[in-house]
């Protein structure tokens, strides 16, 4: 097993699983001896251990999404889909076959149809719904094939009609995703960032972290290679439960004080998975805070989450139960789903699973969930699908064309809203060919104009004027100032960071670097930059002192313990284009033009199609007098991005310098033409002939 790493409980387990009694002498571990659903439970030897006292949670976990996240080839399950079949993805004719000696193999295929090579995959990723190949790469890691198995398995709720359709067949996560075609992103291909040979769909990078237990990746930034390291393969339990130094006095391998963790613990510990997030360490443990190693992603910018907060590309669900009010209150992962399955605890198809709550009168942390009666009549009629309580309050999304998932915002559905800002709602969602004002009116005569709603409304209008470029600061700091939920309070921050920062601005931030939340410090941190308090870069937090050094970088000195546990982070993410680019930046910091130099060069080659590290790196080369060279680079950057009006004012900047003021006064009226209120490109203008 390439990469296994046999040190600790691991070199026990591997060596006839002995164990140390308490009296210090050896003795044989008990072992589960019987059969479960597991694709091979002779692969997880240390969780086997375990399995021999918790037989019930083993064989519960062992038919799990978390126990099938990773595994090896297996020629009995893997034959279905390589049985030569053919499809076309990412550009590429690609056919899956299996060999007279039973291994598996991608051919890639000419037009005429023959075969330039072919590669055998190693690992595969998932059961349900879709499965996908890892292929080894040049970089000594894996890459993550976008053509994906369909394996016709359907086990979690919200099986749809269409899902009928599918199963046991190939198809290509990116083609058939609808969201990546209306977002113009169009078919991947060979070279850029996001094609499957590329660093976006590297699994050491991308994936692993979150499929395996006790991973590594082991990238070298010097060498740009992978030597990745982990304990077991999946989501085991020595993921969520930590392991001892040494076995207790009973022989368990979990120490007592571990054994019963607090709800939050479990449920930072599901968080550093089902999150979208920036990684600042990869030393998580359970029992640790997610706030310590982990940057959570808000609604800041658009595409990415919906102004109210609602799931939009794939963001998976910690972020929108901490906007939610249930997540702020401490309802937690555990109290909806089995830890071990990680089904629901009780159905959502008659509403128990929400209704054992909101019918009960029941409390979490003093706050009582809102009283729905069980004899209510709801929207819908009963036996409706809008008569479910998680259809109007947790709508789905497709993810890798065929992964059905649902929204953890639990916000109610506000036409209203929807008329102002755009937002989806599930009201048109369901009932298709009605519009919001139809819906709109059918909430407000069943229930009257719904008052209540307005204590939403105010954050998600001034978020909703900032994704759209509306610098309102008034809007949003009265928002700001009503504001409970502090993974609210942390998404204006981000969003006033981004705006003018007028005194009223920089004293709300000051007071927000007090707040109790480290997701509202480190806001405010990007909010104050130069003006950060000491006391941000010496936080109990390291998500709050990463983002203090981040804001406040050309400010912080070069002895700053917080600046070398930043330096780590970055080099933790070196391997990824934003890696570099902040790697260019401390370099810059540091007056090693030429280290920053290379990190630009890194950053362009990781996606020579991004816009962003061209730009910087040509106005690195102007300032080191290298205009021609400056000039290539956003030629290069224009003709990737001809409708960016940004780019067409940075062109125009290093053609003026250059000389060419007729061709940079025509690059400065396209970027005015593509935005009217870009004032740089406007006072350029004045001084160029046109």
Same mark, same amino acid.
């Given at each position: 097993m390439c990469g296994m790493k046999t040190s600790g409980i691991m070199a026990c387990a591997a060596a006839g699983l002995l164990l140390v009694s308490c009296d210090g002498g050896a003795k044989k571990a008990h072992k589960y001896t019987g059969h479960s659903g597991h694709w091979?439970?002779?692969?997880?030897?240390?969780?086997?251990?375990?399995?021999?006292?918790?037989?019930?949670?083993?064989e519960e976990w062992a038919g799990s999404d978390h126990a099938w996240a990773m595994r090896t080839m297996k020629k009995e399950l893997d034959a279905p889909a390589f049985s030569g079949q053919k499809i076309t993805a990412h550009g590429e004719t690609l056919h899956f076959l299996t060999a007279p000696d039973g291994n598996q193999h991608i051919g890639f295929l000419k037009d005429d149809g023959t075969e330039t090579h072919s590669v055998q995959p190693a690992y595969a990723i998932g059961k349900t719904p879709l499965v996908q190949y890892l292929v080894k790469g040049k970089d000594?890691?894996?890459?993550?094939?976008?053509?994906?198995?369909?394996?016709?398995?359907?086990?979690?709720?919200?099986?749809?009609?269409?899902?009928?359709?599918?199963?046991?067949?190939?198809?290509?996560?990116?083609?058939?995703?609808?969201r990546q075609s209306a977002n113009g992103m169009g078919e991947r291909k060979p070279g850029e960032w996001g094609h499957w040979t590329g660093r976006g769909m590297n699994w050491d990078s991308q994936c692993a972290w979150c499929h395996m237990s006790g991973f590594h990746k082991n990238y070298d930034p010097e060498k740009d290679t992978y030597s990745a390291t982990w304990q077991e393969m999946g989501v085991t339990c020595i993921q969520c439960h930590k392991l001892a130094d040494k076995p207790a006095a009973d022989g368990c391998m979990v120490a007592p004080q571990d054994r019963k963790l607090s709800p939050k613990k479990v449920h930072d510990n599901c968080a550093s998975c089902h999150a979208r997030r920036e990684e600042l360490d990869d030393n998580f443990t359970v029992g640790d805070r997610f706030d310590d190693h982990f940057r959570l992603e808000l609604p800041r910018v658009p595409g990415v989450f919906q102004s109210n907060g609602v799931q939009l590309d794939e963001d998976y669900c910690e972020t929108g139960f901490r906007?939610?009010?249930?997540?702020?209150?401490?309802?937690?992962?555990?109290?909806?789903?089995?830890?071990?399955?990680?089904?629901?605890?009780?159905?959502?198809?008659?509403?128990?699973l929400c209704l054992r709550c909101h019918a009960e009168h029941e409390k979490v942390n003093g706050v009582e969930a809102p009283y729905v009666a069980r004899t209510d009549t709801f929207t819908c009629p009963a036996g409706t699908t809008g008569h479910q309580c998680v259809e109007c309050h947790m709508q789905e999304n497709t993810y890798m064309g065929r992964d059905v998932r649902r929204d953890h915002t639990l916000l109610p559905p506000d036409p209203r809203l929807s008329q102002e800002t755009g937002t989806p709602n599930a009201c048109v969602t369901c009932h298709k060919g009605k519009d919001n004002e139809w819906a709109a009116q059918a909430v407000e005569k069943r229930y009257g104009k719904v008052s209540w709603l307005e204590g939403y409304r105010p954050r998600f209008r001034a978020v909703a004027a900032a994704m759209r470029g509306e610098h309102n600061q008034e809007q949003m700091l009265a928002a700001y100032a009503k504001e409970e939920n502090p993974a609210w309070r942390a998404t204006m921050l981000g969003l006033l960071a981004q705006m003018p920062r007028t005194e009223a601005v920089m004293q709300v931030a000051m007071q927000s670097a007090e707040d109790a939340s480290p997701m509202v410090r480190a806001a405010a941190a990007e909010v104050l930059r130069e003006q950060c308090p000491q006391k941000l870069f010496t936080d109990s937090c390291r998500s709050?002192?990463?983002?203090? +050094?981040? !804001?406040?970088?050309?400010?912080?000195?070069?002895?700053?313990?917080?600046?070398? =546990?930043? #330096?780590?982070?970055? %080099? @933790?993410?070196a391997d990824q284009p934003a890696g570099a680019m902040q790697l260019a930046q401390l370099a810059l910091h540091r007056r090693d033009t030429a280290a920053a130099e290379a990190q630009y060069k890194r950053a362009i080659a990781l996606d020579?199609?991004?816009?962003?590290?061209?730009?910087?790196?040509?106005?690195?080369?102007?300032?080191?007098?290298?205009? +021609?060279? !400056?000039?290539?680079?956003?030629?290069?950057?224009?003709?990737?991005?001809?409708? =960016?009006? #940004?780019?067409?004012? %940075? @062109?125009?900047?290093?053609?003026?310098?250059?000389g060419q003021r007729q061709a940079a006064a025509h690059a400065a009226k396209k970027a005015l033409e593509l935005n009217p209120q870009h004032g740089g490109a406007a006072q350029l203008l004045q001084s160029l002939p046109h």
């Open positions: 091979d439970q002779d692969a997880v030897p240390v969780s086997l251990q375990c399995a021999a006292c918790h037989a019930k949670q083993f000594g890691g894996y890459q993550v094939a976008s053509a994906a198995w369909d394996s016709g398995i359907r086990g979690r709720a919200g099986l749809r009609a269409q899902d009928k359709e599918h199963g046991n067949q190939w198809f290509d996560v990116f083609r058939d995703d609808a906007l939610s009010r249930m997540g702020m209150t401490g309802v937690t992962c555990i109290d909806c789903h089995n830890a071990h399955t990680g089904a629901l605890l009780y159905p959502a198809e008659n509403n128990e709050v002192r990463h983002s203090a +050094v981040r !804001a406040a970088l050309p400010n912080v000195p070069a002895d700053s313990p917080a600046l070398k =546990e930043y #330096e780590q982070t970055l %080099r @933790l993410q020579p199609a991004s816009m962003v590290p061209r730009m910087d790196y040509a106005v690195l080369l102007d300032q080191l007098n290298r205009p +021609v060279e !400056a000039l290539q680079q956003m030629l290069d950057c224009a003709r990737e991005h001809p409708q =960016e009006a #940004e780019v067409q004012y %940075r @062109l125009a900047l290093v053609l003026a310098e250059v």
